[in-house]
């Protein structure tokens, strides 16, 4: 049985980390190398860049590949820039290379996807210059975080709009429809709350469902276009109860196949009352993080009066910031929502502080090993 990539990298890495104790020459250099190669095994496409439809074509060429020459006329590039752009992206371990010619590797073939190219695009012309508005905006602002009203931040100052940044997705197609890619992408891959190890669904949710108190197992609040519930719907088959998603009228119109879908697609406002009422669970994926804790507060105060006390539970799949040990996720997020929306992602005394708030308990906080997000776990205070 051939050993996986991953692991014979890390058998390498174990012997360039002894030479590098023992002082041996290159082996720093090595150590660095074997790094680069292991995260390009391990590293998922959301996290890389893409353009001019280079990585679908090389995906076309398939297992053959195409030589650079023949590559660069395609995408309509001078043959001496593309092969030094390719030449980069291959030490990077993003594409091979081998007897001249550029072939795929899953980095590359993921990258191909229409949602990653379109998450690209939301990151280059959106995120790109909210970051890099940065140095600009705090020096103006003598170096202080960036006022709430959402209509004064390194987005704003950016785009020179007074809107904030979801009115200005709207207003500014096809960035509504780029960013939900993005979430779709960033997403992709990771650790979901329903799975195995994650969130006890069989426990918590699907045991002690009563069809009485209300029709629907999971209301997924600002779900998008129902990357969430499909997988949910496919780990739980024999589930209890309707699976219901609700979005902005944008974003259900863009959901394929409505029909077929495992849910019910409702558009919802979520300022404005919960209408299903006696769910089991109302879900919000990533959903109050995008918002300062006035605003969270008024959208988690909006699902209690469709709460059934000591039955439906909130579930928060959120970043939960560990004051202590911040994972990079975390705070590369946190960076992402200060330049785009000026709040912050929340340590847990901050969570708590919001949900304690609004009248609910926090039942639990579950983690999963190596996952920046966690499931918060509320109901209704006694």
């Known amino acids: 049985m051939a050993t996986p990539p991953a692991l014979s990298i890390l058998a390498s890495l174990s012997g360039a980390g002894d030479a590098y104790a023992k002082n ?3 082996s720093r250099e090595s150590l660095i190398e074997l790094s680069r190669q292991l995260i390009a095994k391990l590293e998922l496409p959301s996290e890389l860049a ?12 398939g ?40 072939r795929v590797n899953p980095l590359s073939n993921g990258l191909a996807m229409q949602d990653y190219q379109r998450s690209i695009m939301f990151c ?14 705090f020096k103006e602002t003598k170096y202080h975080e960036p006022a709430l009203s959402k209509i004064d931040g390194p987005f704003n100052k950016a785009f020179s709009s007074s809107l904030p940044f979801f009115d200005w997705l709207n207003a500014n197609p096809p960035n509504m429809q780029h960013f939900a890619s993005f979430m779709a992408c960033y997403r992709d891959g990771k650790p979901n709350w329903f799975d195995s190890g994650f969130y006890p669904v069989q426990e918590r ?27 949910f719907a496919a780990r739980y088959q024999d589930h209890p109860g309707d699976i219901i998603l609700q979005d902005q009228d944008v974003v259900i119109g863009e959901i394929e196949n409505k ?14 009352p919960q209408p299903l009422m006696g769910a089991r669970a109302y879900s919000l994926h990533s959903i109050l993080h ?10 988690l ?14 579930l928060l799949n959120e970043i939960v910031v560990s004051e202590e040990e911040p994972a990079l996720a975390a705070t590369a997020m946190d960076m992402m929502i200060l330049g785009h929306l000026n709040v912050c992602e929340r340590t847990e005394a901050h969570w708590r502080t919001i949900i304690e708030g609004v009248g609910l308990r926090v039942i639990n906080i579950y983690r999963y090993p190596g996952s920046a997000e966690s499931l918060i776990e509320a109901e209704l205070a006694l």
């Open 124 to 137: 280059y012309d959106v995120s790109r210059p909210s970051l890099n508005s940065f140095p600009s905006f």
């Open 290 to 299: 995008d918002w300062d804790d006035d605003h969270a507060a008024r959208i």
């Open 205 to 231: 949710l699907i045991a002690g469902f009563d069809p009485s108190i209300g029709e629907a197992l999971v209301v997924d609040v600002g779900g998008g276009r129902g990357h969430d519930m499909v997988m």
């Open 24 to 26: 041996q020459p290159g």
């Open 50 to 61: 893409v353009d001019r439809n280079i990585f679908g074509l090389l995906r076309e060429a």
């Open 301 to 314: 105060e909006n699902l209690k009066p469709a709460l059934k006390s000591g039955y439906s539970r909130v």
């Open 63 to 102: 297992a053959d590949g195409v030589f650079p020459d023949v590559l660069a006329e395609k995408v309509g590039m001078q043959a001496s820039l593309l092969k030094r752009l390719m030449r980069h992206l291959v030490a990077m371990h993003v594409l091979d290379l081998a007897n001249g010619k550029l």
């Open 259 to 272: 029909d077929a879908q495992p849910f019910t697609a409702i558009a919802h406002d979520f300022y404005k």
